[in-house]
């Protein structure tokens, strides 16, 4: 398979066919997720505060959703107040949602304050994906790390850097993460179970599991959990 890496670098290269497929390594990554007691219980109540406010027109729900995701995934977003009334005025931002407008990202992500823009990139594909996880994938450190470990040249660090920074363009980012779950046999998977999937495994102590075989990143500063 040969994916075209477009916007001016890395066009017509070809990226790894499927060598493995780990939709077994996945399950049992998963399985072992779990049993992760505190992160499961982190997810399920920011996904029963979705379920019962799903929508934005109460102000005080969104801020409560704004900054519990803040605190949890420590996202570093300064002035969650802000943030909420910057989410407040987007407009059809349900209806977005709902049709996985890929294009929300960006536009909950950049904001002012204090006449100052701020990205705050990864907390706004954690939002899109508790409100539609079937429709948008979480951007985080460790998937990028990933990403960039099977996607990127090593031999070329100036590439390698262009496609770490390309990774934080959303349309970009879906795309090399598709690429990844069609080519390794997981997109028969969701969206939320792929994430759960990839950071899983790199956070698990004890284990080594498939994916961190054939992409290996430096867990020098990841905290990893017994299981």
Avoid at 37 to 62: C, G, M, R, S
Wanted: aromatic share 12%.
């Amino acid at each position: 398979m040969e994916i075209l890496f477009s916007n001016g670098f890395g066009k017509g290269e070809k990226v790894i066919d499927m060598k493995k497929n780990l939709l077994k390594d996945a399950q049992a990554v998963l399985n072992a997720y779990k049993k992760m007691e505190t992160y499961q219980i982190q997810e399920n109540v920011l996904q029963t505060l979705v379920k019962e406010f799903p929508d934005h027109k109460n102000k005080a729900a969104i801020e409560v959703k704004v900054k519990l995701l803040n605190l949890l995934y420590s996202t570093n977003v300064r002035a969650t107040n802000n943030m909420t009334k910057h989410i407040l005025e987007i407009k059809d931002i349900d209806k977005r949602l709902k049709n996985g407008d890929k294009t929300l990202v960006p536009e909950i992500a950049n904001i002012k304050i204090n006449d100052k823009t701020y990205n705050f990139y990864s907390f706004a594909t954690k939002y899109c994906a508790y409100h539609e996880p079937d429709k948008f994938p979480i951007y985080d450190n460790i998937v990028a790390n990933v990403l960039t470990a099977l996607y990127a040249d090593k031999n070329k660090k100036e590439f390698e850097k262009k496609f770490e920074k390309k990774l934080r363009e959303y349309d970009y980012y879906v795309q090399v993460y598709d690429t990844f779950m069609k080519e390794y046999g997981l997109d028969g998977l969701t969206y939320r179970k792929v994430d759960n999937y990839i950071w899983g495994a790199y956070k698990i102590a004890g284990v080594d599991f498939e994916i961190e075989k054939i992409a290996p990143i430096d867990k020098s500063k990841i905290i990893e959990v017994e299981i």
